[in-house]
């Protein structure tokens, strides 16, 4: 005989163990978590250095891409605020390392600890493939080992970034095989690899500088770090989000005009631009300009130099899935309803969490679209779980 459940959750990541825990502090019982890695939480251990960037200080639907709407609603749900009380009542209480970024004090296990210690009535199942799903009166999911069916059935798959710790497109396939629209997962959050024009940019591997990138319609801050692949560092990555193919600008200079950094004419350009030494000499060779008094300067090299406020350069790819900290793609949000993550197409289906077609800048933001798409639809389906009993 199957076994069935009233709750199974695909997935045992940020969004599903958020998911968990809710439910559990809510009485809700007969529930399983289905993951194919040994440990749940194996992408939270790794984030941040180890140190999980769990939310921003400033959180909106323009930190995102997807559709701007759907991410609104499901972010007033759950507000970083409310995440950071509910972490504190925890015994969790991350502090801003930098640009509003809040990060765990000690190690990603707090996270981990605090989700787990509350999923009190639910059950895992780790270390389990999931092969498929099939639709009748309930859902019943095929697995390597076994067999069992959900009278509802939440989907917290994630995506394929980071497969070294079993990140995986599995969700974008169930999805499909429920008839659901979907957008083929790309890696973003991810350094760039370079044309043979910026090679140079590799001599510097090691050296960063605080940059801003313009790409599409947004200008990310951040610093900028050469490697020996390419180019990468915060402002890179949030970039990659937004870039598809063409060209993007970096401006070295971001802080002041080309005017007010070179103010001193008798000086020589190099010793006035706050800028790493090796960068800058690179810089000017690559834009074939001399180091010299800014006095002795052409206007045609003047013209020259105005590329370190926009230096145009077409990324040649990216450093790939295993580099990459999140991936673009996923479930199309039109077919879900943000009020609750239930699927417009079946009954008693939700996607919550990175699965979705919603991918946030670097920052946190991917942690907090995973614990408000959670919380939203825990809301959900508190109502429905409570009601039977």
């Known amino acids: ?116 210690k509350d ?69 973003v959050l991810v350094g760039w690899t370079v044309q043979k024009d910026q090679f140079w940019m590799k001599e510097l591997s090691g050296i960063s500088s605080w940059v801003s990138i313009d790409v599409g319609h947004k200008k990310l801050f951040g610093d900028l770090l050469f490697a020996h692949k390419g180019i990468s560092g915060p402002a890179v990555l949030s970039a990659s989000l937004y870039w598809k193919k063409g060209l993007v600008k970096i401006d070295f200079l971001p802080n002041s005009s080309l005017k007010d950094a070179l103010r001193d004419r008798k000086k020589q350009v190099s010793t006035q631009l706050q800028l790493p030494k090796r960068l800058i000499k690179l810089l000017l060779e690559n834009i074939d300009v001399k180091d010299q008094p800014v006095q002795s300067l052409s206007p045609s090299e003047w013209e020259k130099l105005s590329l370190l406020k926009a230096y145009p350069m077409a990324p040649a790819g990216n450093f790939g899935l295993k580099k990459a900290e999140a991936c673009r793609g996923g479930v199309l949000t039109s077919e879900i309803d943000s009020k609750t993550m239930q699927s417009t197409l079946h009954e008693n289906l939700y996607f919550i969490g990175e699965v979705l077609d919603v991918t946030g800048e670097l920052g946190g933001y991917n942690f907090q679209w995973a614990f408000a798409s959670a919380v939203v639809c825990a809301q959900a389906l508190e109502k429905k779980l409570l009601a039977k009993i």
């Open 119 to 187: 999923i009190k009535t639910a059950d895992f199942l780790l270390s389990h493939e999931i092969i498929s799903i099939e639709k009748d009166e309930a859902y019943t999911i095929q697995m390597d080992k076994t067999k069992l069916k959900a009278k509802h059935l939440v989907i917290a798959t994630g995506s394929p970034a980071y497969p070294q710790v079993g990140g995986s497109d599995i969700g974008l396939s169930l999805a499909k095989s429920l008839g659901h629209a979907t957008e083929p997962f790309v890696p």
């Open 1 to 116: 005989m199957i076994k069935s459940y009233d709750l199974v959750i695909l997935g045992a990541g940020a969004s599903a163990l958020m998911l968990a825990s809710y439910l559990s502090q809510k009485g809700c019982r007969n529930i399983l978590l289905i993951d194919h890695n040994p440990k749940p939480g194996q992408k939270i251990k790794i984030s941040g250095g180890g140190k999980c960037n769990v939310t921003n200080e400033e959180v909106s639907e323009d930190n995102y891409l997807g559709e701007s709407g759907f991410v609104a609603s499901v972010l007033r749900r759950y507000t970083p605020q409310q995440l950071l009380d509910f972490l504190k009542q925890k015994g969790v209480v991350p502090k801003i390392r930098s640009l509003g970024q809040y990060f765990c004090t000690k190690s990603a296990d707090e996270v981990i600890n605090a989700l787990r």
